[in-house]
């Protein structure tokens, strides 16, 4: 499921019981800011969240994979993303490791087979 603007708007309303036009202004608000930011090329760092960074893409050839024409991409500017090890750690939580058991049977195995 994808978490829409509107429904961060009603978190916001409900949670922090702000006037639903508030709300919608602080979100737009705090859009806008985000996307001027990209915009002039600068990173854009939440902590405890992640960064978002402008990278720079160079002309390069491609196909068309309709036709398989061969194309060339135009230079862009693309936004990657990369999370903080905090977030990293909530969405991927230390596995638990196990240690498989070692039987007699085996110990003498490994030992014979030097």
Do not use: C
């Not at 602080?26 to 405890?48: F, R």
């Amino acid at each position: 499921m994808t978490l829409t603007k509107a429904e961060i708007v009603q978190i916001l309303h409900e949670k922090f019981e702000l006037p639903m036009k508030e709300a919608v202004t602080a979100v737009e608000s705090l859009i806008e800011i985000m996307k001027a930011t990209l915009e002039e090329g600068e990173d854009l760092l939440i902590s405890g969240f992640g960064k978002f960074s402008v990278r720079q893409k160079r002309e390069r050839r491609g196909r068309n994979p309709v036709t398989g024409e061969e194309i060339t991409l135009s230079k862009r500017r693309v936004v990657t993303f990369s999370y903080s090890w905090k977030l990293r750690a909530k969405l991927n939580p230390a596995p638990v490791v196990v240690e498989p058991k070692v039987t007699a049977k085996a110990k003498t195995k490994v030992k014979k087979s030097r």
